[in-house]
């Protein structure tokens, strides 16, 4: 049961350009959402995340969007650079609502975006 | 500030071996959580730990195993290694208790475990 999808294993852009992933969800229990960024043999880099009181979030480049309704959170980044090559995951927790479930994540299968000079 | 602490980074060991992985976590940071990454099953919860307790577990068979101590490092034990349990580990921590802004959790670099 994939709790948490994004359904786009990969992404192209032109430097510059505006860089958008998506993550879609089905657990109506999860109430915050990280979006991480990866390389190979290494641990996620958090990025920017968003709680469900709100629908947008902004920390420089990067926008996170959420539709509660839709159960959709999509990320933005404005502009690309060729260093935003890497993998993106959307990862979701259910911290007031689920419980003890605070230190649980569960992870999209993750993105890979390619951003070309 | 010193970020979340994952050693070793890489080992190998043999089917039917033991093997400890240790993760200190950000200072002031009490959770700890486990995650294990295979290019298959992508990254998958293991267990958290809060207050040396285990708060939460991932469906993974017995033999996967943690603990926390008082200063909140944590180690994950797996026994009896099969060749399916090599993937990336990564331990993250975590303040908790983030209020209504959440609650981050950041991740180490990981322990590589090949098993043969």
């Known amino acids: 049961d994939q709790q948490v999808k994004q359904n786009s294993p990969s992404l192209s852009v032109q430097e510059g350009r505006i860089s958008i992933l998506n993550c879609d969800y089905t657990?109506?229990?999860?109430?915050?959402f990280l979006w991480y960024k990866k390389y190979p043999a290494e641990g996620p880099t958090f990025l920017i995340s968003i709680s469900s009181i709100k629908d947008k979030n902004e920390d420089g480049r990067f926008t996170v969007f959420l539709n509660k309704s839709a159960k959709h959170l999509s990320l933005h980044i404005v502009p690309s650079q060729p260093g935003d090559s890497a993998v993106y995951f959307c990862a979701a927790s259910a911290q007031w609502s689920g419980g003890t479930s605070y230190g649980k994540l569960t992870f999209g299968q993750g993105t890979i975006l390619t951003v070309h000079p | 500030k010193a970020g979340v602490t994952q050693t070793p980074r890489y080992l190998i060991k043999t089917r039917g071996q033991q093997v400890t992985l240790s993760c200190s976590p950000i200072s002031g940071h009490r959770s700890v959580s486990w995650y294990q990454q295979t290019p298959g099953q992508g990254l998958q919860f293991l267990f958290e730990?809060?207050?040396?307790?285990?708060?939460n577990k991932g469906n993974f068979p017995g033999r996967f195993s943690g603990r926390q101590f008082s200063n909140s490092r944590s180690e994950m034990n797996v026994s009896t290694l099969e060749l399916g349990d090599s993937a990336l580990y990564l331990c993250?921590?975590?303040?908790?208790?983030?209020?209504?802004?959440?609650?981050?959790?950041?991740f180490g670099e990981g322990s590589w475990l090949t098993v043969v």
């Open positions: 657990n109506s229990m999860f109430d915050y």
């Open positions: 730990y809060f207050s040396e307790t285990q708060r």
């Open positions: 993250a921590s975590s303040f908790r208790f983030g209020g209504l802004s959440g609650n981050t959790i950041y």
